[in-house]
């Protein structure tokens, strides 16, 4: 069985604040995919990263970065200098190559203060 | 990534009738899933819907229920039946792109009085 946790469930920053959302997957699988998805106010889902298992390298796009280390089975996602547009709720997701349906975390709430 | 749209954006129904709900995407895909999401709540797999054959419902939903069309490629609707007020969400499409990666279309908001 496939499992995300989300553990935080709202955060609130102030503008200009770096925030960090944790990411805890569980999977027997030794090929795994996992994703980061952003909903808006506005509802539809917008994929922001996808990490398959075999690739640990840490990733950097512009105001987001992504640490993923195996070892703690953890996919956390970093918004830098954090902006009144990165409110949303961010869900964190795991598939794997069998199963291929997405399995999602509960999600975590960012709001950004100005 | 596939342009996916859905109708209706957003509806409001009276309960115990039917809603149903059309993807469509700009690109032949293979695989095509409904997700429900509640209000609050994270995302839950309702089915998957290949051309050709019939869905493959998740455990908790059913085709008499949520009945699914596959028709070719590039659409799909999912039917709610005999809505009640705890079918309220937001259903959303997502189509099988490259490595796995899901693209979801932008959702359809039931209110179910």
């Known amino acids: 069985a496939q499992k995300v946790t989300q553990a935080q469930t709202e955060i609130s920053v102030v503008e200009k604040e770096d925030v960090t959302l944790d990411c805890v997957y569980e999977?027997?699988?030794?090929?795994?995919?996992l994703f980061w998805y952003k909903q808006p106010p506005s509802g539809e889902l917008v994929f922001l990263i996808r990490?398959?298992?075999?690739?640990?390298q840490n990733e950097i796009s512009g105001r987001y970065s992504w640490n993923f280390q195996k070892s703690t089975s953890s996919f956390n996602f970093t918004i830098t200098a954090s902006q009144v547009v990165d409110s949303a709720v961010y869900f964190c997701?795991?598939?794997?190559?069998?199963?291929?349906?997405?399995?999602f975390g509960s999600g975590t709430q960012l709001t950004v203060l100005p | 990534s596939a342009v996916i749209s859905q109708k209706p954006s957003r509806d409001i129904c009276q309960r115990g009738t039917s809603l149903t709900i059309q993807c469509q995407v700009d690109?032949?895909?293979?695989?095509m899933f409904w997700y429900r999401q509640q209000p609050g709540q994270s995302l839950t797999l309702i089915a998957t819907?290949?051309?050709?054959?019939?869905?493959?419902?998740e455990s908790g939903f059913v085709i008499d229920k949520f009945p699914i069309s596959r028709p070719n490629l590039t659409f799909s609707t999912l039917t709610v039946s005999n809505m009640s007020p705890e079918d309220s969400s937001i259903y959303l499409c997502?189509?099988?792109?490259?490595?796995?990666?899901?693209?979801f279309g932008p959702g359809t908001r039931l209110t179910v009085l």
């Open positions: 997502s189509v099988d792109g490259l490595r796995l990666t899901q693209y």
């Open positions: 999977t027997r699988d030794t090929t795994y995919y």
């Open positions: 990490r398959n298992s075999f690739d640990e």
């Open positions: 997701a795991l598939t794997t190559g069998s199963a291929r349906q997405l399995t």
């Open positions: 690109s032949q895909v293979t695989m």
């Open positions: 819907a290949n051309q050709g054959s019939e869905a493959t419902y």
